[in-house]
């Protein structure tokens, strides 16, 4: 749909009925808060926008007013405005306040718990939790002073996002742009969820892997990377230490995970034997290559005959190995089936050794690859089986943390796998 902002296939349902007030600043990033607005209210948030004197150099009131669906907030002294909705109310009533564009005059009074306008009253006045987007020309961001002012906002307890680098409006390349809508919207819902995995290291694999042919040809499968993005996305989200090791996908990874890109079964497998040991929860959302060729060919293969045979030799199987590891961790794998699924995938769950599989039928509308929802059905280990709604991969993801969360409580040692590993090279 044209206008809508993506959120990477996050449905932010955290978002949904909070109250958010977003503090626009003078700053050139004014112009690009009319899509974080209209991202807020699509994901059901009530947005009430407060906007400095110099934000409305860059932007109209009557943009965020219309995005919002709610009257702008400009004055702490106006009759009218304090009598729609008083400034304490305003603060009292804010589940997050996100300022965006956060510019270094406005960094410097909340540093120094100045409030000498309605946003910066309403920051020193509310408890909730207070999220603070710098955007600015290179220098000014590096300046000390910003740094130090910075760095204090943090030692209080405010969420500081870091610019992207790329660039500036003023003509200069490097940090201080503004991140994107979806960003802003993902770092709103960290704030407001709840941390119940900030124990937790959690190791997840996504997307598909590539086994190369020749040097510009490789075999690989649809899996887009989308439901271990989300994965990775909301255990980051609830506190985890997160490290996502991505076969090739053209999704922008969620910020805060530890990102170790692969091509290969045999490189991901590489990537996570070595992780797996330090991890207490291990998820394998990955749509590992079943087969590679026997010959990676080391010239391009040419068009000259009619008929050419693969011949093709068995990956690793991953997931099996990393219940051979020594130690405990909670063991999630998916099981992509196009028939009878459930079967398939305790087969799976047995086979693999692990405690978690998550199934679904790929071929099932509103599921499978390259969707933002999915249909899933959680099948145990101890036999508990619970089939989920069409929901968003967002959802899901959360759904199958609660259920890690709980697995990890319960302190289950890894199952070994129940037939024998074997390795190829
Ligand atoms: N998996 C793995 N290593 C492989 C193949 C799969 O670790 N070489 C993992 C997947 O990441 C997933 C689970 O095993 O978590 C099941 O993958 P799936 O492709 O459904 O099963 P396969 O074992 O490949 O069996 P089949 O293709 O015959 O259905």
């Known amino acids: ?40 209210v699509q994901a059901g948030a009530n947005v ?26 400009r004055h702490t002294f106006d009759l009218t405005e304090e009598s729609q909705i008083g400034h304490i109310r305003l603060a009292d009533e804010a589940d997050a306040v996100l300022i965006a564009p956060a510019t270094a005059n406005v960094i410097a009074k909340l540093a120094m718990g100045m409030a000498d306008d309605l946003l910066t009253t309403v920051v020193l006045a509310t408890q909730s939790p207070v999220l603070i987007a710098p955007a600015m020309n290179v220098h000014m961001y590096e300046n000390p002073v910003v740094a130090e002012n910075l760095a204090r906002l943090v030692a209080l307890g405010r969420t500081v996002i870091e610019p992207d680098t790329g660039f500036l409006a003023c003509g200069y390349e490097g940090p201080g742009r503004l991140p994107d809508a979806d960003v802003l919207l993902d770092e709103v819902s960290a704030a407001l969820t709840a941390k ?11 997307g598909p892997t590539w086994e190369p042919l020749d040097p510009v040809r490789h075999i690989a499968n649809r899996s887009s990377g989308k439901m271990g993005y989300a994965l990775a996305r909301v255990a980051q ?20 995970v530890d990102l170790i890109r692969v091509t290969t079964a045999r490189e991901m497998e590489d990537a996570v034997m070595r992780r797996a040991v330090a991890a207490d929860v291990v998820i394998m959302a990955a749509a590992v290559g079943d087969y590679r060729p026997t010959v990676r060919a080391g010239r391009k293969i040419k068009r000259t005959r009619d008929e ?25 794998g998916f099981a992509a089936e196009t028939n009878d699924v459930v079967a398939h995938a305790r087969r799976k769950l047995q086979a693999k050794g692990v405690h978690l599989m998550v199934a679904n039928d790929v071929t099932a509308p509103d599921a499978g690859f390259d969707v933002d929802t999915n249909v899933v059905t959680l099948i145990e280990r101890s036999g508990r089986v619970d089939g989920l709604d069409t929901m968003s991969k967002d959802d899901v993801a959360s759904a199958i943390l609660d259920r890690v969360r709980s697995l990890v409580a319960s302190q289950q040692p890894a199952p070994v796998a129940a037939r024998r590993v074997r390795r190829r090279r």
């Not at 119940?196 to 996504?206: I, P």
């Not at 011949?311 to 909670?330: E, M, Q």
């Open 1 to 40: 749909m044209a206008g809508v902002v993506s959120t990477g296939g996050a449905s932010m349902a955290v978002l949904t009925g909070k109250s958010i007030i977003v503090g626009i600043t003078g700053g050139i990033a004014a112009y690009k808060m009319g899509e974080t607005v209209r991202a807020l």
């Open 48 to 73: 009430r926008v407060i906007m400095t004197r110099a934000a409305e150099e860059f932007v109209t009131p009557l943009t965020f007013q219309t995005l919002s669906g709610n009257p702008v907030s």
């Open 196 to 206: 119940d995995l900030s124990d937790s290291r959690v190791l997840v694999t996504a």
């Open 237 to 256: 989200r609830r506190g985890a230490d997160v490290t996502l090791v991505s076969g090739p996908s053209a999704l922008t990874p969620p910020r805060g």
């Open 308 to 332: 050419i045979e693969l011949k093709l030799v068995r990956n690793p199987d991953i997931l099996a190995s990393i219940s051979t590891l020594p130690g405990t961790r909670v063991l999630v």
